[in-house]
């Protein structure tokens, strides 16, 4: 009854919109944004002007509301109005193919054989260490969730539906495609169809999308809201959405907040990373193939910061089926759940406060990338192809680099020795960082280097990564940080097998 309830919506919406009523009034469906958080005055303000408000934001200082086309320049012209932005559709990004139907293996692995995304990344190993999600909250911004399915139900803790409004997020999409995602995340290991990439993490839905993968901008940020106003850790977003200051700074505030948003990249087939995926406070992630190629659908962009399975990936459908699918969308959720596995296992705890923050997660998914195509960051894979197994495995060394009054106070030394490691830096206020580098008490001139950082965008971390070759040898790593009292970078040092 609910499916049919929502499609008889949906064809309801589609009417009206092809077949206008007569006299239909001219009025728009916009955001708001103001200079300060919106009271009671801002709103009459657009009461004012003939407007009704749909919703108001906290997370942001902005309302939404319908308001005829005469008055938006009215309101532009509002000393207290910083912008007027249309509330404009977005689309889920859709699978590349899909395949209805297959023939599982039958074996004693039989889950881990059909998921051949989840081997790759190294979840078995972590599951195996007892590392599987639980604890840890995650939720999918997509078209709902099947949460009757046999992989899906005991992962399920509910959400909301920004869609019809209601407490019922359920999938009735044509392609199942908030429970594919929701698959791949969190399949549990029950023995049947696939299992996830954190088979135990808690799972919310959270239905911005319509049954044929259409929402708006109002519902993709009521979503990122509901996420933070609900301590969620890790939200997944896959939308082909557009450049929007709006969204842009829903996706800042929420990571200020502490929330970490892994978004597709897109299928653009080589082009520009689609938004939100293409913001700096979002991971966006490319897709691969088993050789560990780039799929064809992914972007080539700077913005791609890692890249995870996204060709052929087999998991959950609607009413207790699978279904294969491909996309940039299938890479993102690999992403999503290894940062559950992260956050769950504790390895990314710097500072050893108990803690594990988004940023942490961030930097740690990124240090432990393994490294493909072009050596360092590029454009194809980012920082590598996400290595849960090095990720969510706490045997890393992790040091707060700060700026002292006393520079001899400052300095920071660690001996590497017969190993190759990797050192990532991300900085959060630092202006620079030396690195000297000492081999039987000798300087290495070769390896000094000098990092320099310009002033953090947004305040958003800066990352830096290089490699150390110690191998039948030791090396003493003396680093020096730049920058005013209490300036501070986190770096971490990892053995590289």
């Known amino acids: 009854m609910r499916y049919i309830r929502k499609q008889l919506c949906l064809l309801v919406v589609i009417t009206g919109l092809v077949f206008p009523a007569k006299g239909f009034a001219q009025a728009s469906s916009v955001i708001v944004g103001f200079h300060h958080p919106p009271g009671e005055a801002e709103q009459e303000r657009i009461q004012r002007a003939g407007g009704t408000i749909k919703r108001v934001y906290h997370l942001i200082p902005a309302v939404v509301a319908v308001v005829p086309h005469q008055a938006i320049a009215g309101l532009l012209d509002d000393p207290a109005v910083a912008y007027v932005e249309e509330d404009k559709a977005v689309i889920s990004i859709e699978p590349e193919y899909t395949h209805l139907a297959r023939d599982f293996f039958a074996a004693d692995d039989a889950e881990y054989g059909n998921a051949w995304g989840v081997l790759r990344i190294g979840s078995r190993e972590v599951h195996e260490r007892g590392v599987t999600g639980r604890g840890v909250k995650l939720a999918i911004v997509d078209t709902g969730i099947d949460y009757y399915h046999e992989d899906l139900d005991g992962n399920y803790r509910g959400g909301y539906d920004f869609v019809y409004d209601d407490n019922d997020p359920f999938d009735d999409s044509w392609n199942s495609h908030g429970t594919h995602i929701a698959g791949i995340i969190a399949a549990e290991a029950n023995g049947a169809g696939v299992v996830g990439v954190a088979p135990e993490v808690s799972l919310y839905a959270l239905k911005a999308l319509d049954g044929s993968g259409f929402g708006s901008l109002d519902s993709i940020i009521a979503s990122i809201q509901w996420a933070v106003d609900n301590d969620m850790d890790v939200l997944n977003i896959s939308i082909a959405g557009i450049e929007s200051q709006v969204l842009e700074a829903a996706c800042n505030a929420a990571y200020e907040a502490g929330l970490l948003i892994v978004a597709a990249a897109g299928n653009t087939f080589g082009g520009e990373a689609a938004f939100p995926g293409a913001y700096a406070s979002v991971v966006a992630v490319a897709g691969t193939d088993e050789a560990d190629q780039i799929g064809v659908f992914s972007p080539l962009a700077p913005q791609v910061e890692l890249a995870a399975p996204g060709l052929g990936i087999w998991s959950s459908a609607q009413q207790g089926g699978y279904i294969e699918a491909s996309g940039t969308s299938q890479s993102a959720a690999h992403v999503s759940a290894a ?150 970078a986190d770096v971490v040092v990892s053995v590289q097998e």
Do not use: C
């Not at 406060?353 to 360092?376: H, K, P």
């Not at 980012?382 to 680099?401: F, K, S």
């Not at 000492?438 to 305040?459: A, I």
């Open 339 to 488: 940062a559950a596995l992260v956050i769950s296992s504790g390895a990314a705890d710097f500072d050893n406060d108990g803690i594990t923050s988004n940023q942490e997660v961030r930097q740690r998914l990124q240090a432990t990338a393994e490294d493909l195509g072009d050596a360092g960051k590029d454009e194809q894979y980012g920082y590598g192809l996400v290595d849960v197994a090095a990720a969510a495995v706490p045997n890393d060394t992790y040091i707060r680099l700060e700026s002292k009054p006393r520079w001899r106070d400052s300095l920071q030394r660690i001996t590497l020795e017969n190993a190759h490691y990797r050192i990532s830096i991300e900085n959060d206020s630092l202006n620079a960082v030396i690195i000297l580098v000492r081999e039987n008490q000798r300087m290495r001139k070769d390896l000094v280097e000098t990092v320099l950082f310009v002033s953090p965008w947004e305040d958003l971390p800066q990352q830096i990564r290089m490699e150390m070759d110690a191998t039948a040898t030791a090396l003493e790593i003396i680093m020096l940080p730049l920058g005013r009292a209490g300036a501070f």
